[in-house]
Every structure is written in C-alpha cells, then in structure tokens.
C-alpha cells in the first residue's frame, strides 16, 4: 500500500488514488483520467519489514493501464525476499462501470520459494460522484504458496461535501474450511484543497492483528508527498512508518 492508504487503515481498493490500484483493484486505474508515476518506501522496524515501490499509469486512453515493481523483505527468522511485478488493464463503459484484470508475477527467496505467475481481476461501479463500489479477487491463478494465497475485497468509498472521504474494505480468505475475514475503515479530510488528513484501524482477523494508523500530505494539481504511520495494537507491536511521492499530469 501506499503512504496514503496505510493511513486509512488500508481501505483503499475504490478509491483509485494512485498506482497502488495496479495491485489492489485494477478495475480502479481507469477511474480517473490521469497519467500518474508514484515511489513509495515503508519500514516497520521491531518487525524488520521493509517495501519499497514503482508504479507508473496511464489512464488518458480509452483502455488504462498500469505496471508496478515491489520489493518485499519480511519473516523475522524466517525471512523471506519478495520481488513482484504486475501489469493491470482496465477499461472502463461509460463512467459508470470499470471492468479489470492484471497479470503478477512472483519471485520469493527465502524460508519460503517460489517463481510463479498469477492473476487479479476487479469491478468497479461508480454510480454517482460521492459513492464508488468495488470487487476484487487476488491470486487467482494457485501457486500453491502460503505467502501468496488466493482472497477477495469488497469495497465502497465516497466522497463528501468535496472534503471527507470515508472507505471501508472487507477482506475475505476461503482458503479453508472456516472462512477468515479482516477488515479496514478510513476517513480523509481536505482541508483547502491541498492538506489531506488522514486515520484509520483495521482488524485483521486472517492474520490476527489490530491497527490505528494516521497520516498526512501536500499536494498540487494532484502531485505531491504524503507520510503515515502505523500502529499495532496487538500481536507483536509492529510500528510501521511510510513515504509516497506521487507526479500526476492530468
């Protein structure tokens, strides 16, 4: 995730703010006419988790695209290397739908292996100006690997009295015979149109974790810089902190 979205507690999948959709929901690329290159970075510390990001995206044609490149370095012990490289198109019918898919490709090092291929797909209904609804599925194509198993997002966003942006996402994992969900819940406020504030919590009941997260950032004619931070609330005190710089054209 980006800066922005890890201080909204991680509901971000239909808001189709930046790169991040390449990875998320890609039906989310094409929601806004923009061309958009995007770095992020993030470091968590106690946990020894670092991610570092590339994304570039075109959405100005009438078929947007994406690609992005990450690197993911986790595990404690256990560590594990992750580089991974996804390529999304979505296009979009009318204003009103965004129809998806991305191709990812997967190379882990490690305590865990694997070199592998895989596929997300999104939907994205967008109704109205103040309200966005998503659909996601990730990993779609098994690779038979833990770090990479397959799940679903559900989302909805809105945007209010052109200043607060409220998000919610629920996760779900099928993969046994139980379900596990998670979910995250955001709010942004704009203030003058230029300073967006942002807080957030998640409860990750997949992996069993809890978060509150907060953040900020200054942008202009959509380019800019923006900063979070994440705390956990319960497993093993994770502190994450996270940059995003963003160049938008429209």
Known sequence: MAARNL??????????????SI??????????????TEATGSWDIPQGYGYASLGVMDSTASVAAGVSYQFVTFGGTERRWAHLTTLAVSMPIG????????GQYHVLVGASNTNSFSMNAGIIFHPATWLTLGVSGHNLISNYNV?????????????LFSQLTPAFDLRGDFNQATPKFAFAGGLEWLIAETVPVRAGYQYDGIAGHQYISFGLGYFSN???VDVAYRHELSGEAGRMVSLTLKLQVN
Not at 7 to 20: F, K, R, V
Not at 23 to 36: C, D, E, I, M, Q
Not at 96 to 102: G, Q
């Open 7 to 20: 201080a909204m507690g991680g509901a971000y999948e239909s808001l189709g703010y930046g790169s991040e």
């Open 23 to 36: 990875t998320g929901n890609p039906a989310a690329v094409s929601l806004y006419k923009r061309y958009v």
């Open 95 to 102: 204003d009103i739908l965004h129809l998806a898919v991305a």
């Open 147 to 159: 770090d990479l198993s397959r799940y679903f997002v559900a989302s909805i966003s809105s945007l």
């Open 222 to 224: 959509g380019s800019g």
